[in-house]
């Protein structure tokens, strides 16, 4: 069938000039796309490089038009103007094998250095689609993209995203992100955080990709947070992570299972991480009172625009490793806040080293300095570390009964919470003063409810105030 489109290309390209101003009939015959070379391997590219309008977008019309939002439909461009390019970059600035399972290396922009192979387009991830195109509707010749990255960090996503700009691909694998907890994953209840596949079939992703049948689990991968064709939101995700609101925020979709004290949570807080940011979580006693429940600190508002990936995902400059002539900006994807970093500041991947040896890049766009923000953490932690103490300290006085009734929900079983809450890692971060009112007003209500006073001279005095 392509054959013959190409036959009558032939013909009509014989004649375009005499047909230059003819009319719209012409058009309707054009072929889809222009002969690839034989040495491209299957790649078909663009079928006008001006416009980047690809073979593969003259069907799939949604996916070009997002295409043509995100970063790869002008990789070659970034390539050329920064002064630097070599022959090594350009396999990961155009269709290649690189990122899609063609494995013969010396194909599509490699083997013929045409310019209809510029720039990340569809076949990139996708994989040659000449047998595609030419029969659209045959199962076999479906060009699936991949959202693993495999074993070796080599595939998808990875095989650009790593190695000559590093660390994006081999931070990722370092995190939790690039595990999968075996046991959470396998249940059904579990997997729509726990597992890949699961969560992005909770959000509604009907795509097909290469692994959708796959029952190994797999962990959240780039193609997991970030959508693969859409650009509409920063960084090319697939929701945003400024929303200050747990139904649309990216990282709260999963960071806030269980925030809140019901009789039924007696297991504690599990990820309590984006409600409690926002000012939503924890037990609040009888008679609480603060300025406002829902309260938050500055981390948790919109004065914050990036919220959990301000201080998760810090940015840090390197150098191009391979050049040193350009300097290149990463964004953190180890996910840790205040990471552990070398002399040059750059993340070691370690999580045990000293509050001296972090960086609080994350922070200093608010804090000033980063020792101005290393006081205020360990102020911080110090003052929720000793309510913490003292809260322990009440509820080993309370009787065992008191406790855990799935029914219920007692003073004891809300202080419990409270205390769990604040010694999640981080939590003296994320909402200091929320903690703070609620771990004082826990103890003040076990002193009316058990008639139990404090030991110990912890003051239950507010003493972080919002600015
Ligand atoms: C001539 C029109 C046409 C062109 C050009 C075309 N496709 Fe398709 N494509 C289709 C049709 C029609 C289907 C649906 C086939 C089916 O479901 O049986 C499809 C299916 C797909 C699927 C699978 C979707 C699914 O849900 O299973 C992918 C992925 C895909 N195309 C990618 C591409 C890529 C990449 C290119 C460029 C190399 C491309 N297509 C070019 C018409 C086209
Ligand atoms: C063939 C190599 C290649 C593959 C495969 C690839 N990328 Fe990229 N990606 C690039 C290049 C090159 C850029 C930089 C383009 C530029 O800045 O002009 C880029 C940029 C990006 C950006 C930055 C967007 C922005 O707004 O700055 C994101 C996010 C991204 N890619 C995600 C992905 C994801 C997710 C996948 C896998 C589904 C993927 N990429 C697969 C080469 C690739
Ligand atoms: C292994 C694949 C790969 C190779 C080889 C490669 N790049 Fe890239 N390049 C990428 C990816 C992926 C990005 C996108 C990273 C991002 O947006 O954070 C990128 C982004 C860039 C950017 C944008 C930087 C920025 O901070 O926005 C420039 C400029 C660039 N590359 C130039 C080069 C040059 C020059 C070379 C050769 C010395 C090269 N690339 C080789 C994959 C590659
Ligand atoms: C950076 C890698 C990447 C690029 C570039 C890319 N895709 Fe995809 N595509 C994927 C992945 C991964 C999936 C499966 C997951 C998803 O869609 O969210 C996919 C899914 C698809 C599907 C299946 C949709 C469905 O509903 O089943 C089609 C069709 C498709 N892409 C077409 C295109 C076209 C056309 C282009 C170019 C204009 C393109 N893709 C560019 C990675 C990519
Ligand atoms: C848990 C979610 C998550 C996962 C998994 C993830 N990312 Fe990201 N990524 C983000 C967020 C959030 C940003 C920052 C967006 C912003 O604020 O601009 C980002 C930024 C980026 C950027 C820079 C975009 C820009 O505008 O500068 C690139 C490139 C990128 N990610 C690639 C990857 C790759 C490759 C992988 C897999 C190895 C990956 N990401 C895995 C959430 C994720
Ligand atoms: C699809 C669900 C999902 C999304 C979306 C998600 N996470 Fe996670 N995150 C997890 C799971 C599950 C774990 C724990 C996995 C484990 O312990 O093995 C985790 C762990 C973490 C950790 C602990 C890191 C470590 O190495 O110990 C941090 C920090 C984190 N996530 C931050 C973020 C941020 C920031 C975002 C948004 C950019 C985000 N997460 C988006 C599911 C998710
Ligand atoms: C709404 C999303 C969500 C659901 C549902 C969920 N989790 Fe989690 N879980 C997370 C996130 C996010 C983390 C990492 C953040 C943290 O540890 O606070 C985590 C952490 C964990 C950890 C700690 C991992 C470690 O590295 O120590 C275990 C174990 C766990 N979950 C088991 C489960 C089990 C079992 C289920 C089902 C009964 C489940 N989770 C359901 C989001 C979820
Ligand atoms: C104002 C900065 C800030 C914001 C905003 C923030 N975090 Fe954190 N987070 C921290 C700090 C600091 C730690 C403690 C890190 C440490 O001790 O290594 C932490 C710890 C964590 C941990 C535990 C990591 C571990 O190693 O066990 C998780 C999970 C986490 N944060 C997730 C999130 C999520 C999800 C959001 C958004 C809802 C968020 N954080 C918002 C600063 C922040
Ligand atoms: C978007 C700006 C912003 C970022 C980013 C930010 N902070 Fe803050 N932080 C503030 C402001 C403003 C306050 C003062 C209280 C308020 O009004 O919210 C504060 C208060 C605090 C507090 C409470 C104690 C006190 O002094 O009031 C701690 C602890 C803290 N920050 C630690 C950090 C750490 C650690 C980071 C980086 C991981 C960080 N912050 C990132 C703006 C920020």
Same mark, same amino acid.
């Given at each position: ?24 009939? $012409?058009?309707?015959?054009? /072929?889809? +796309?222009? =002969?690839?070379?034989? @040495? #491209?391997?299957?790649?078909? &590219?663009?079928?006008? !490089? ?59 922009? $490699?083997?013929?250095?045409? /310019?209809? +192979?510029? =720039?990340?387009?569809? @076949? #990139?991830?996708?994989?040659? &689609?000449?047998?595609? !195109? ?73 795509? #097909? ?259």
């Amino acid at each position: 069938m392509r054959s013959v489109n190409l036959f009558r290309f032939a013909v009509l390209a014989s004649t375009a000039f005499t047909l230059a101003a003819c009319t719209d009939t $012409v058009f309707v015959e054009r /072929p889809l +796309f222009d =002969d690839p070379p034989t @040495e #491209a391997g299957g790649f078909v &590219g663009y079928t006008d !490089v001006e416009s980047k309008r690809t073979v593969c977008g003259a069907c799939h019309v949604g996916r070009q038009a997002e295409w043509e939002r995100t970063a790869h439909a002008h990789a070659w461009a970034t390539l050329e103007e920064s002064g630097s390019s070599r022959a090594f970059c350009e396999s990961c600035h155009t269709v290649s094998s690189m990122g899609n399972l063609e494995t013969n290396e010396n194909v599509g922009w $490699v083997a013929t250095s045409n /310019p209809r +192979f510029h =720039d990340v387009q569809c @076949e #990139a991830c996708h994989g040659p &689609g000449l047998d595609h !195109v030419s029969v659209p509707d045959a199962p076999q010749n479906q060009p699936l993209a991949m959202l693993s990255v495999g074993d070796d960090l080599d595939q998808g996503c990875a095989a650009c995203h790593s190695g000559v700009h590093r660390p994006f691909t081999e931070e990722w694998a370092a995190s939790a992100h690039g595990d999968v907890v075996a046991f959470a994953a396998a249940r059904v209840e579990c997997a729509s955080c726990h597992e890949g596949k699961a969560a992005l079939q909770s959000w509604g992703v009907k795509a #097909a990709f290469l692994e959708q049948d796959e029952a190994a689990p797999m962990a959240i991968t780039c193609g997991v947070c970030h959508d693969p064709h859409d650009g509409r939101f920063q960084g090319q995700l697939r929701m945003p992570v400024e929303e200050p609101s747990v139904e649309r925020n990216l990282c709260m979709q999963c960071h806030g299972r269980t925030a809140v004290a019901m009789p039924e949570n007696v297991r504690g807080p599990h990820a309590p991480q984006g409600p409690l940011l926002l000012g939503e979580a924890g037990w609040t006693p009888p008679g609480f009172e603060y300025p406002d429940i829902r309260i938050m600190t500055t981390h948790g508002t919109q004065a914050n625009p990036g919220l959990c990936a301000t201080c998760h995902m810090e940015t840090y400059e390197l150098e191009d490793p391979e050049t040193g002539a350009f300097s290149f900006r990463a964004t953190g994807h180890s996910f840790q806040a205040i990471p552990c970093v070398d002399e040059n500041g750059v993340p070691t991947g370690e999580t045990d080293c000293g509050l001296q040896e972090r960086s609080y890049g994350g922070c200093t766009g608010c804090h000033g300095s980063a020792d101005a923000a290393r006081s205020a953490l360990i102020v911080a932690r110090n003052r929720i570390d000793g309510l913490v103490g003292t809260i322990g300290a009440l509820l080993d006085r309370i009787p065992e009964e008191e406790f855990g009734d799935p029914s219920v929900l007692t003073t004891a079983d809300g202080s419990l919470f409270n205390m769990q809450l604040a010694q999640e890692p981080g939590s003296e971060v994320h909402n200091p003063f929320l903690l703070e009112a609620l771990l004082v007003a826990s103890i003040r209500q076990i002193e009316r409810d058990y008639g139990l006073t404090p030991s110990g001279n912890v003051s239950l005095e507010l003493q972080f105030t919002p600015q």
